[in-house]
Structure formats: C-alpha cells, structure tokens
C-alpha cells in the first residue's frame, strides 16, 4: 500500500512553494521553517547578500548538522551494545538468549 501524499503549502523568504511530501502537513512547515531560518540566519551575519548563496551556505550548515547528529547516534548505538554486552552475563540464563533477539 502506498503512502498518501499531502499538499502542504510552505514559504521560504517570501517565496511559496507547494511540496507533496509522505510526511504530515505539521512536519513539512517545520522543515521548511527551520530551513528558512538558516538562510536568514547565513543572510544577516552580513558576510552574503546574495540569496542563492546563502542558500548553499545554509545547506552546507544543516549538513553538517546531520552528520553531527549521525556521528552522536553511532556513539549512543555503540555505548547501547558495550552495556549490553556487559550486562547479558549478568543476566539469568533463560533471560541471556532473550535479551540478544
């Protein structure tokens, strides 16, 4: 079964645009929201004037943010299996082949 699409009209510096997402309506105007205030963020530090590139500028800093946030998830999942491991020994035997499904 396909997921249904919605229509959600967004405005991205004074720009509209409509975007047909998989996701919520609510979901779709945070994002664009977020990213239209990256850009006016990169536009008034005053170093761009130029809209198309603050919209570069803008991209290469939420980015790098997901990488970041990838990274931080990596971390988090590697310390999740090191405690696990640790702890799956302590565990009763009937709960140790439980606990690793």
Do not use: C, W
Request: charged residues 25%; neutral net charge; glycine residues 0%.
């Amino acid at each position: 079964m396909a997921t249904k699409k919605h229509t959600t009209r967004v405005t991205i510096l004074n720009e509209e645009y409509a975007l047909r997402t998989d996701t919520s309506p609510e979901h779709a105007r945070d994002v664009a929201q977020y990213l239209d205030q990256a850009i006016r963020r990169v536009m008034s530090s005053g170093a761009v004037v130029e809209s198309n590139r603050a919209v570069v500028l803008a991209a290469l800093q939420i980015t790098a943010e997901l990488f970041d946030a990838r990274t931080a998830l990596d971390a988090t999942n590697d310390s999740i299996q090191t405690l696990s491991d640790y702890v799956r020994p302590l565990l009763p035997p009937a709960k140790r082949n439980a606990a690793s499904r």
